[in-house]
């Protein structure tokens, strides 16, 4: 017992171990220490450390396991989600491409050609699993203004054919890693900007003012109204029909959304919305009721009646202009303009995604090459990566790429076999399912979310909503860009470029230069060596430098020179200098 007891008392009195040493005494490597979270980590920093990262996924050709274990879905084993999804972007593509057309000046079946392009072609080619391409309203004002300056939409279709070899071309020059630099605060900016403008420009649609084509996103509309002047208008003339259409979709789509209704993939809910839609409006017009929606309210899907009427639908570019300057400036416009969109649709598609898959975006500008130069060839408008549709897409439970190439599909089966049947389709009842897609793009929680992140986050964020919904996503998303980078330009600015490695009170002062020291970091080491007096002593390390600005070493070369006349001792290890700078 007096053994025992001694035991218990040499175990109380003994000193604990710390944890490291428990596990380096059983083989274990000791964890270290968790950072402070209170300890202050410059914006471009993450931001930096994001691209990094990015590019590094970027090149995983092979499709990984999830963290559950399973693989990522494919083309082959996704066909149940992925069928319901095309026929939804269908629904969602249709009005669009004839609406865009309508507002460009071309004929409307040159924006059904582009469609279909769009989505087998480009989809067959690309790279990105949910991406849908197709026409686009942001190129709208550059082909109204093409066309009136080449004289002819044959001539202006010669430039879409050039303008998809310029895309080739950025492609082979890697152009396509600009996508990689977009910051996220902007990306999430235009994903909830195109929801918020959804919603306000589908509201005059969903109370049957149809004044405005489909798919308009500038905030001056063609017909000269403004996005909330044309909302006054049409709610100072609703049509009972369409509004008694479009709260019955909607009132579809939550049910569908809500509900064990949506585990029905072979049923998807807009589908359901529109063809409570057709059938709403069929049975007002068998009543002989005043509510009945014509044709100004439905779809308007041009319907040949012969097979000669139907080739004339194609128009073919005029080669010849490939001779003059002017085809080649627009083409270098669309070219450039429908290359930024698609790297812009693909980074907030990517987002989206529920797999956080990376798309290659230089194999996306290929495929929009040859996707731009056939459309051209075929009569088509030009084509880009469009956001309204790849959310309509993710929204409907899409996969793969797919749903794409058979959203395609379908646009050229039915422009050929159904249109009468298409034609029947209230645009009350679409635009009800982009109003519902525009609600899930702008969500209050991503608001409350990003005015978490702080306001260097918020603020680029904020501004990118409010410049495209006053002007358009171009200009918009160039007003998110020049502020996110001021924030980071200025990070860049206030935070030393060194880590000061010697103690406090030391006789030689020695600094470590990080490994990239850019023209931006001039100012800080610049302060630096302006506070040194004379007597004093500093070693600079650069020995870990990759790349150091010839700005930066020109400052450190002048400054030795005065460094030797006021008395000064600098050393530098790691650092080849280039003369003084001319005194001119």
């Known amino acids: 017992n007096t053994e025992v007891g001694q035991r218990r ?22 964890r270290r220490p968790r950072a402070s979270t209170s300890q202050q980590v410059p914006s471009n920093v993450n ?12 090149q995983r050709k092979q499709a990984a396991p999830t963290a559950s274990g399973a693989r990522l879905p494919t083309m082959r084993n996704s066909l149940r989600e992925d069928g319901p999804a095309a026929l939804v972007v269908f629904l969602v593509a249709l009005p669009l491409c004839l609406g865009i057309a309508l507002a460009s000046g071309a004929p409307l079946f040159s ?54 070899f310029v895309q080739v071309a950025l492609a082979g020059l890697r152009a396509g890693v600009i996508g990689y630099y977009f910051p996220s605060s902007v990306i999430r900016g235009m994903l909830a900007a195109i929801g918020l403008s959804l919603i306000l420009k589908q509201v005059p649609h969903a109370v049957g003012w149809d004044k405005d084509y489909e798919g308009d996103e500038s905030f001056v509309q ?72 014509f044709a100004e309210h439905l779809v308007q899907l041009p319907m040949p009646s012969s097979v000669g009427e139907f080739a004339s639908f194609f128009t073919f ?76 897409n993710v929204d409907a439970g899409a996969q793969t790429k797919l749903s794409a190439i058979l959203h395609g599909v379908l646009l050229a089966l039915a422009a050929v076999t159904i249109p009468g049947l298409l034609n029947e389709i209230p645009l009350a009842s679409l635009a009800a399912i982009l109003l519902y897609t525009g609600f899930k793009l702008a969500h209050p929680r991503i608001l409350r979310s990003m005015w978490g992140q702080g306001w260097k986050q918020f603020t680029p964020f904020a501004l990118t909503i409010a410049a495209i919904l006053l002007s358009d996503l171009l200009v918009g998303i160039t007003v998110g860009l020049v502020v996110a980078f001021a924030f980071i330009l200025t990070d860049e600015i206030r935070f030393d470029c060194f880590t000061v490695t010697s103690p406090p009170g030391a006789v030689l002062k020695r600094i470590q230069l990080q490994e990239q020291v850019s023209f931006l970091n001039k100012a800080s080491l610049a302060r630096l060596l302006a506070s040194l007096t004379p007597g004093e002593r500093l070693e600079i390390d650069g020995s870990r430098c990759r790349v150091i600005h010839h700005d930066v070493l020109e400052h450190m070369a002048d400054f030795r020179q005065q460094a030797l006349e006021r008395g000064i001792d600098l050393r530098l290890v790691g650092i080849d200098l280039p003369p003084p700078s001319p005194a001119h």
Do not use: Y
């Not at 003994?14 to 000791?30: H, I, K, N, Q």
């Not at 931001?47 to 970027?58: E, G, P």
């Not at 480009?122 to 004002?141: E, N, Q, R, Y």
């Not at 002017?326 to 290359?339: N, Q």
């Open 111 to 164: 924006g059904v050609i582009a469609g279909i392009v769009g989505g087998i072609v480009v989809g067959l080619l690309s790279g990105s699993h949910l991406m849908v391409s197709g026409p686009a309203a942001g190129l709208t004002a550059i082909v109204v203004s093409a066309i009136a300056t080449l004289g002819s939409f044959p001539a202006f279709l010669m430039a879409v054919v050039i303008s998809g």
């Open 9 to 30: 008392r040499g175990a109380q009195n003994r000193v604990p171990r710390p944890a490291s040493v428990r596990l380096c005494r059983e083989g274990a490597t000791p």
């Open 47 to 58: 931001w930096l450390d994001s691209v990094v990262k990015r590019l590094a996924q970027a």
């Open 317 to 392: 570019p005029d080669f010849s202009a490939a001779l003059r300057g002017d085809t080649w400036r627009v083409a270098v416009t669309l070219g450039v303009v429908a290359s930024l969109e698609t790297l812009l649709s693909l980074e907030a598609t990517d987002r989206m995604d529920t797999h956080k898959r990376e798309s290659p975006p230089n194999s996306e500008l290929l495929a929009q090459g040859v996707g731009n130069s056939l459309s051209g060839l075929l009569g088509g408008l030009p084509l880009t990566g469009v956001i309204v549709r790849s959310a309509a």
């Open 222 to 293: 063609a017909d000269g109204d403004t996005t909330f002047t044309a909302i006054d208008h049409a709610l100072h003339a609703i049509e009972p029909g369409a509004l008694l259409i479009a709260l019955v979709a909607l009132a579809l789509l939550v049910l569908w959304d809500k509900t064990g209704l949506k585990r029905l993939k072979i049923l998807p809910g807009p589908l359901v919305a529109v063809l409570a839609g057709v059938g709403i409006n069929l049975a007002l017009a068998q009543s002989g009721s005043s509510w009945t929606l």
